[in-house]
Antibody
């Protein structure tokens, strides 16, 4: 069965960086884009960007350009999202999700809680 | 960016009620419109894609309609497990923006 397993919760101080992993299983690694979506406490969903697993090409929301990097390591079939220059406004649950050719996010990771606090 | 606006932001309903949630896009999204259900502490689940296609495994009491800029999610007969927050999302143009969500709770 398809699963996306993310790394565990993180606590960071302002100005630090964080890197979340997302490891899919149950399907061909190169077959589907991986997207990243975040949700601040009590708030809605915010699309951050996506990565093409074949080419490593990325598309980021303008809001996150320059501060977010999406990567993949094919040898270990794992995706990563790194966010630099953290502030308290980055406190959120970060999700990875798979997109199908029909442009739908059909499987999601369990989420990774990031807390940014001094 | 295309802005997605859902209405209402919240509603109270009873088991068995018919519930309708609307989603309006600031520009055409063709039919690239998805609906998700999210329960507290959980990742979203895909309900509908391409405006009116039911995701595999989703009960048939859920349906979607619309095109261009106006879309609707309907729950034909609300069940206890349907109390949740619902989000629309356009996937026509990046960034793939979400609506602000509609919380459905028990009357």
């Amino acid at each position: 069965q398809v699963q996306l397993v993310q790394s565990g919760a993180e606590v960071k101080t302002p100005g630090a960086s964080m890197k979340v992993s997302c490891k899919p299983s149950g399907y061909t690694f190169t077959g589907f884009f991986i997207h990243w979506v975040r949700q601040a406490p009590g708030q809605g969903l915010e699309w951050m960007g996506r990565i093409n697993p074949n080419t490593a090409d990325t598309t980021l929301s303008q809001k996150f350009q320059g501060r977010v990097t999406l990567t993949r390591v094919t040898a270990i079939t794992t995706f990563y999202m790194e966010v630099t220059g953290l502030t308290s406004e980055d406190t959120a649950v970060y999700y990875c999700a798979r997109s199908h050719g029909a442009r739908k996010l059909d499987y999601w990771g369990q989420g990774t809680l990031l807390t940014v606090s001094s | 960016d295309i802005q997605m606006t859902q209405s209402p932001s919240s509603l109270s309903a009873s088991v068995g009620d018919r519930v309708t949630i609307t989603c309006r896009a600031s520009d055409t999204v063709n039919n690239y419109l998805n609906w998700y259900q999210q329960k507290p502490g959980k990742a979203p689940d895909l309900l509908m894609y391409a405006a009116s296609s039911l995701q595999s495994g989703v009960p048939s009491r859920f349906s979607g309609s619309g095109s261009e800029t106006n879309f609707t999610l309907t729950i034909r007969s609300l069940q206890p497990e349907d109390f949740a927050t619902y989000y629309c999302q356009q996937t026509y143009i990046t960034p793939w923006t979400f609506g602000q969500g509609t919380k459905v709770d028990i009357k």
